[in-house]
């Protein structure tokens, strides 16, 4: 029987030669040299069942679609699907794959390294000590703030709010609230959390850390008026899309010093140079959109995304088929 072909975007950067193998029994596996532009990637799967892709960078609209009349199953190697017209997928018989849980750990990680950056400065030591200068103000004035026994809020209590909830109370005996659409008491029992509304929240936190997906409802949600109900010392950090954030306002609130820091792994607008005013300010750490990146995590996602692909083409259920196609 004729296999079903699957067209890879990005290459090893979403699979590993040992999921490629893996993938390369089932289907028939079409890989991209390069990683292609939506358009070059639109002329080249008119003939494929399937994609794996990185779905941020592959917005899925009609368009697109349109480009792929064969088309039943899209795997994105992301917990996020905010680029993929869902209504318009199901509409035309195609489904989403996407990546949740096997990135829990990474992306807590990389939330707790961006509150360490900012909290004890790093790039502005390492630029420092890069420079030769070594220590050139005065030594108070490079003194940082400790994680240890601080409040943190976590907006959007998921999966990862759930292990970075669980991290940092025990390595940093953190006293953790949450926000979230819905009151998770079964999380609040088990992890010893607490809820609060937003504004509360706001207001009481030393460290504040977005993960909420991005929605309607969810853009723009930090904007000047959450900025100012921070504290003062306050660190926010982002590991949720960017457009969750009122960059701008978050801007005006680093520069006015209404809070302490920010630590960011979103953008409104990625793929920036250097004219992006956050680059301008000594109080930012900015990684570009990586936290799920480590080699562990980035394996067992390509790994999921492949198995889901092979499910479907089985006529199993995925096990990580995007909610919104389970209804
Ligand atoms: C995700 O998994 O959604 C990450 O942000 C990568 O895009």
Not at 72 to 86: A, E, H, M, P
Not at 181 to 207: C, F, I, M
Not at 220 to 237: D, T
Not at 253 to 271: P, V
Request: proline share 5%; with cysteine.
């Amino acid at each position: 029987m004729k296999k079903p072909v699957v067209f890879c975007t990005e290459n090893k950067y979403i699979i590993s030669d040992k999921t490629e193998a893996y993938l390369k029994e089932h289907v028939e596996l079409i890989r991209a040299e390069e990683r292609p532009t939506k358009e070059a990637l639109m002329r080249q799967i008119g003939d494929a069942d399937g994609l794996i892709c990185m779905g941020p960078n592959y917005p899925v609209d009609s368009c697109f679609l349109n480009a792929a009349p064969r088309l039943r199953v899209i795997s994105t190697t992301s917990v996020g699907y905010d680029t993929f017209n869902l209504a318009e997928m199901k509409q035309r018989g195609v489904i989403g794959l996407h990546t949740p849980d096997v990135l829990n750990s990474s992306v807590a990680d990389h939330g707790i390294a961006l509150m360490f950056a900012v909290s004890r400065r790093l790039t502005e030591m390492d630029k420092l000590v890069r420079q030769g200068k070594w220590i050139d103000t005065p030594f108070w004035e490079m003194y940082g703030c400790e994680l240890s026994g601080k409040k943190l809020g976590i907006i959007g209590m998921g999966r990862i709010g759930e292990t970075l909830a669980r991290k940092v109370i025990a390595g940093f005996d953190m006293e953790v609230s949450y926000y979230n659409r819905s009151r998770k008491t079964g999380t609040e029992a088990e992890l010893g959390v607490h809820y609060l509304p937003l504004d509360k929240l706001l207001q009481d936190s030393d460290y504040i850390v977005t993960l909420v997906p991005l929605t309607e409802g969810t853009y723009h949600m930090i904007s000047h008026r959450e900025f100012s109900l921070m504290k003062p010392g306050a660190i926010f950090i982002n590991i949720a899309r960017g457009p969750v954030v009122d960059e701008a306002a978050l801007v005006e609130a680093l520069e006015n010093h209404e809070i302490y820091g920010a630590g960011l792994d979103g953008f409104e607008k990625e793929h920036f140079g250097e004219g992006n005013p956050l680059t301008k300010l000594p109080n930012t750490v900015l990684t570009p959109h990586i936290a799920s990146a480590t080699t562990e995590c980035r394996e067992r996602m390509g790994q999921l995304a492949a198995r889901g692909l092979v499910e479907f083409f089985e006529g199993k259920t995925p096990s990580n088929l995007i909610p919104y196609f389970r209804k």
